[in-house]
């Protein structure tokens, strides 16, 4: 199975407090996607990113989030004034390497907890 | 009505013993369908797609019908690693993922 990597694995952070979430994608692919999952709820799309831009974004990821490929091989979630209920597992996924197909493969994901 | 919606769950079953999900989507335009497994406070891992023809591969079976907007898997022989929540998944095409809630399965000797 292709590989997605994230960092950290477990962030722990202040309420108020900013937090950037980092993933490594699927290499040579435009499309990349995150998602959260909020303990013992279902995984839900945050936003898709596709040749550097926002694509398509769910009515989760309002203005204190932010998407940046800072890199060629990076991509970033940024929260900036982070929340209780912000505490999740945080997901990025990339496309099947092949390019044909909608697959999606996660990344071990990031589990943020907000205090 | 839910965009993705599976049965609660969970589900005991002992080794070897066959066992079904069902799971129903709202969205008629939804193009693909997947089945995932996720085991606790890990990844979802791509388990099969699902396809109108049916699928196989193992002891996994996954069909899809359209008309009724309805998607399954099927494990034959279960063993104790299949414990794990089972999530439906369908993408309108090059697009997001909608994931049902997952029902759980436990494997018991």
């Known amino acids: 199975e292709p590989e997605v990597t994230q960092t950290p694995s477990h962030q722990v952070t202040q309420m108020g407090q900013e937090v950037i979430l980092r993933c490594v994608p699927i290499?040579?692919?435009?499309?990349f996607y995150w998602y959260r999952q909020i303990l013992g709820q279902k995984v839900e799309f945050l936003v898709s990113?596709?040749?550097?831009?926002?694509?398509?974004k769910s009515e989760i990821f309002d203005d204190q989030f932010s998407v940046e490929r800072p890199d060629g091989s990076n991509f970033t979630l940024k929260i900036r004034s982070t929340k209780l209920e912000d505490s999740a597992m945080y997901f990025c996924a990339s496309p099947s390497p092949a390019g044909t197909t909608d697959t999606q493969y996660f990344g071990p994901g990031t589990r943020l907890t907000v205090l | 009505r839910k965009e993705v919606e599976q049965d609660p769950g969970p589900f005991n079953v002992p080794e070897g013993a066959t066992v079904a999900f069902n799971c129903t989507y709202s969205n008629s335009a939804s193009q693909s369908f997947f089945w995932y497994r996720q085991d606790c406070r890990k990844e979802p891992k791509l388990l099969m797609s699902v396809y109108s023809s049916g699928n196989e591969d193992g002891r996994f079976t996954a069909q899809l019908n359209r008309a009724s907007q309805y998607i399954s898997l099927l494990i034959r022989d279960s063993k104790l690693s299949d414990s794990a929540t089972y999530l439906c998944?369908?993408?309108?095409?090059?697009?997001?993922?909608?994931f049902g809630k997952g029902t759980m399965l436990l494997v018991s000797p």
């Open positions: 990113f596709y040749n550097n831009e926002i694509s398509e």
């Open positions: 290499s040579n692919h435009l499309y």
């Open positions: 998944v369908v993408n309108k095409g090059y697009s997001t993922l909608t």
